[in-house]
């Protein structure tokens, strides 16, 4: 079975204070699927692309993750498909110079020093951050940030991205290079936003979420121009 291939199966997901954020969550993505996933804030969208490479373990149900179930055991090979870009690229940011930041994913995978600095180079250009390079991280504005963490996940050449909010921040021209970065990516990515314009333009699927559980799932083209469920999931 292809690795690039994302399945929940009845997951649901309690936080340790008790606020239910997954109820029966259940859907597949296959090879090559671009699927946009919308809803409010709280919906539930994070908490989801957590589950996707382990950082969250369902409460109940189970993610599968090309033929891997996501267990404690399994962390290592998940990782290794999954490439997650969080909503808050701080969460991401930890070296003191971009370079070492980009450099982090491919190093630990024990790359050749060639090839590290060839990725490192290569996901920089392709987010348009390669003026960056030398520059401490903390120093670079939101929007920088987020291209460089967008490039450090880029740079493990993922099989699975995964992008939390990944246009906030962005000025139209970084936001752009990022569309156009999602679009010659050609395995399967999962997008949270609620930049509708990105939606219709890079994902042909949509999955929308609504208090922890999933209400639709479907052609973008329909969903988000059904205004009684975008209004009844407080999306108008
Ligand atoms: N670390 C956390 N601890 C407790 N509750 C959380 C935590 N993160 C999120 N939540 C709660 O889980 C629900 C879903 O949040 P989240 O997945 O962040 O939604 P979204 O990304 O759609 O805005 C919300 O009610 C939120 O308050
Ligand atoms: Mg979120």
Do not use: W
């Amino acid at each position: 079975m292809s690795h690039h291939y994302i399945k929940f199966s009845h997951v649901s997901y309690t936080y340790p204070g008790g606020v239910k954020a997954l109820d029966d969550v259940s859907f597949v993505i296959t090879h090559g699927e671009k699927v946009a996933l919308v809803g409010t804030n709280g919906a539930g969208k994070s908490t989801l692309m957590l589950h996707t490479n382990g950082l969250l373990l369902p409460s109940e149900g189970e993610v599968v993750i090309g033929d891997v179930p996501v267990t404690k055991k399994t962390l290592p090979i998940v990782r290794r498909s999954v490439g997650i870009v969080f909503q808050d690229p701080d969460d991401m940011l930890f070296m003191p110079t971009v370079r070492e930041d980009v450099a982090f994913g491919p190093l630990n995978m024990n790359l050749p020093p060639d090839e590290v600095e060839r990725r490192v180079e290569a996901s920089l250009n392709a987010v348009g951050a390669a003026d960056f390079l030398d520059r401490p991280s903390y120093e670079l504005s939101g929007g920088q940030k987020r291209s460089v963490a967008i490039a450090a996940v880029l740079s493990m050449g993922p099989d699975i991205l995964v992008l939390d909010e990944p246009s906030s921040n962005l000025d139209p021209h970084a936001r752009r290079l990022m569309m156009d970065q999602i679009k010659s990516f050609h395995h399967t990515c999962l997008i949270a936003t609620h930049n509708m314009a990105l939606v219709r333009e890079l994902c042909p699927r949509t999955i929308i979420m609504s208090e922890g559980r999933i209400v639709a799932d479907g052609l973008t083209e329909k969903l988000l121009n059904d205004t009684q469920l975008l209004d009844r999931v407080g999306l108008l």
